[in-house]
């Protein structure tokens, strides 16, 4: 008997006696494994004459393929024989109720970030990210902050490090400058994204979400600013007659600068929007100052622009009627469902998700 027909005939003695995957392994170690006899055959072949070599080599790869084709077969008669004695010994009750189960909720941030998402996209705007972590630069000198502006005290912001180099970012405004350093002119972005500021009340949170938008180009003037905000206005608070007024301000960042605020009146204990002869502020604006353009590597001779920043959190809060900004991080999955959105439930006609 030849080499070839003792290690077959081994291999069917033994495989008729394997009844479990663990004992199908150690067959296949042995006889395919890195020291398995079939292996050592396939290591025979280069010291064979040339003659017998093509003789060895075809009735070798026979022997191979039917001991392989046995292996997948006995895999498959396990596998069956298991999924057939769990089947007899698991009994599924079908008697027993469904499991219940709770639909998720779009969270108000969320949500309005799409819907103020959504409106400026239609003007064009596109959406520019960058890290909550930023540079002393960044955030504060390149954004024409003086060194002696309270905003840089560490009892408004954040520091990582005793140098202050590093911080969490006060405001969105560092991927205006993150855009302009990376691009080229013309700009049109908005930036919505968290920030974080040493305070905690009723309408104030230590990280919180704001939106920022820049638009700079050649010809662009504080009454594109206005446009762009009144049809913004208008959309988001889904008031078409919505008074508007622009009240002088000062930031670093722009010159002249100033508060936007809409009108409203308070009717059964609730603010409505758009009506009345109050005033309430919702947004700072104005024109890119010039030496934010400079710090940015665009020239101001050649190029102006306009930013603006909102509170995303308090926009949330005067158009669905949340009264404490601290409910929004306080992960109460009942005031989720109360002021949560349903993602199954969008018109296809309407820009952002539905109540």
């Given amino acids: 008997m030849s080499d070839l027909d003792k290690i077959n005939s081994i291999f069917n003695a033994k495989i008729d006696s394997v009844k479990t ?4 392994q150690n067959i296949k170690t042995e006889f395919f494994g890195k020291n398995g006899q079939i292996t050592q055959q396939f290591k025979k072949l280069g010291s064979l004459d040339q003659n017998k070599r093509k003789e060895f080599a075809s009735n070798l790869n026979k022997i191979k393929d039917d001991l392989t084709t046995q292996i997948e077969q006995k895999n498959l008669e396990i596998e069956n024989f298991e999924i057939n004695e769990k089947l007899k010994n698991e009994k599924v009750d079908i008697t027993l109720p469904a499991r219940t189960y709770q639909k998720g909720k779009i969270h108000p941030v969320s949500q309005v970030i799409d819907e103020i998402t959504s409106i400026f996209s239609e003007l064009g705007f596109t959406v520019a990210e960058g890290p909550d972590v930023e540079t002393e630069y960044n955030n504060f000198t390149a954004l024409n902050t003086p060194e002696d502006h309270p905003a840089r005290d560490m009892h408004d912001t954040f520091y990582l490090e005793k140098n202050k180099k590093l911080l969490l970012r006060t405001h969105t405004s560092p991927v205006q ?10 700009f049109k972005i908005i930036v919505p994204g968290r920030t974080y500021r040493c ?21 662009i003037t504080m009454g594109h600013l206005k446009g762009c905000l009144d049809y913004f206005i208008k959309e988001f608070f889904e008031v078409k007659n919505i008074k508007m007024r622009f009240r002088p301000s000062h930031f670093p960042f722009t010159e002249p600068s100033a508060e936007v605020d809409i009108g409203y009146k ?16 919702i947004l700072g604006c104005g024109m890119v100052h010039p030496n ?10 050649k190029y102006q622009g306009f930013a603006f920043g909102m509170g995303i959190d308090r926009l949330a809060m005067l158009k669905y009627g949340i009264n404490d900004l601290r409910a929004f991080f306080e992960t109460d999955f009942r005031w989720l469902n109360h002021f949560g959105f349903d993602p199954l439930d969008v018109p296809t006609n309407y820009r952002g998700l539905s109540k």
């Avoid at 308070?266 to 002869?277: A, L, S, T």
Wanted: hydrophobic residues 40%; aromatic residues 4%; glycine residues 6%.
């Fill in 21 to 24: 995957k663990i004992d199908l």
């Fill in 177 to 186: 400058i993150r855009a302009m350093l990376s691009g080229k002119p013309p």
């Fill in 199 to 219: 305070d905690s009340d009723q309408t104030h949170a230590p990280m919180f979400h704001q939106l920022e938008g820049l638009h700079i180009d050649k010809k």
């Fill in 266 to 281: 308070i009717e059964n204990e609730k603010i409505v929007i758009g009506e009345g002869d109050k005033w309430l502020e």
């Fill in 292 to 301: 934010v353009l400079i710090n940015a590597k665009v020239n101001p001779k």
